[in-house]
């Protein structure tokens, strides 16, 4: 056909069910400032997985005379190629729900058997190979994760002075930055540290390493309670 290739796209690991990719959308704005003849894909379903993105990018290529073509699949032109585009965007789109709806499965599985399902918290970390994916603890940092309660538990720190000793003894976040006061009072609430955890408001019986016993934990609650009550004044610690 001729045709010259004046530039490439590509957005890997990125889902074809979301429309928001980045290079995709500095391909529909190359497309429409440079004026060009033809889009070519690799497949039907790399540029969309929801009918809907998918025959709007559609139209938008017809209103501005861009022919849409695939490496890998042949399709007719007129009403035909309306049917086959139709067909492969159906397709592609109950291949998507159908993924979708086994990974909610297997996720239900996993957390009904006491295991947490996603991303470690503080202290922790996943292994295994997906989808059995577990976590277990990290001994440095769960080290100071049971510190942590400890030190609340005496009474004598707030969640900022807390935050402040525990940043200094190099407690990280998730992200490997120095924990937040954010952070610490999520932790301090998470009964995943003793045993258990919360999934979408329910409590599960985890299968998991604790880190604290459920009686430092509930002393921690208390305390943390009874705070939110009265109000505290921050405490400096050196």
């Known amino acids: ?16 069910t979301n429309a928001n990719r980045p290079d995709l ?12 003849n ?32 695939s490496v890998t699949e042949q399709f007719s032109e007129g009403s035909q190629k309306i049917m086959g585009l139709g067909m492969s965007s159906t397709f592609a789109t109950f291949y998507s729900a159908y993924l979708s709806e086994n990974v909610k499965k297997g996720q239900a599985q996993k957390i009904k058997n006491g295991w947490w399902p996603t991303f470690a918290p503080v202290g922790y ?23 942590a309660f400890q030190l609340f538990a005496s009474g004598d720190y707030s969640i900022s002075s807390l935050t402040e000793t525990m940043q200094k003894k190099g407690l ?15 932790m301090l609430r998470n009964p995943i540290y003793y045993g258990d955890f919360r999934w979408k408001g329910d409590l599960y019986k985890g ?32």
């Not at 959308?25 to 060009?36: C, N």
């Not at 970390?125 to 080290?143: F, L, M, Q, T």
């Not at 990280?172 to 999520?186: E, F, L, Y």
């Not at 705070?227 to 921050?234: E, Q, S």
């Open 1 to 16: 056909n001729d045709y010259v290739v004046v530039g490439e796209f590509s957005d890997p690991g990125k889902s074809a």
């Open 25 to 36: 959308q500095r391909m529909f704005t190359f497309m429409l400032e440079k004026k060009i």
């Open 125 to 147: 970390e996943n292994y295994g190979e997906k989808p059995k994916r577990y976590i277990r603890p990290v001994a440095d940092s769960a080290k100071l994760v049971l510190l």
């Open 38 to 69: 033809a889009l070519i894909i690799y497949k039907q379903d790399r540029l969309s997985r929801d009918m809907k993105d998918f025959w709007t990018m559609v139209k938008i290529m017809e209103d501005n005379d861009i022919k849409f073509l």
């Open 172 to 186: 990280k976040s998730t992200n490997d930055n120095p924990i937040s006061r954010s952070a610490v009072s999520r």
């Open 207 to 238: 299968e998991h390493e604790p880190i604290i016993s459920k009686k430092l934990f509930m002393t921690v609650q208390e305390l943390l309670n009874i705070r939110k009550v009265k109000g505290t004044r921050d405490r400096t610690h050196n």
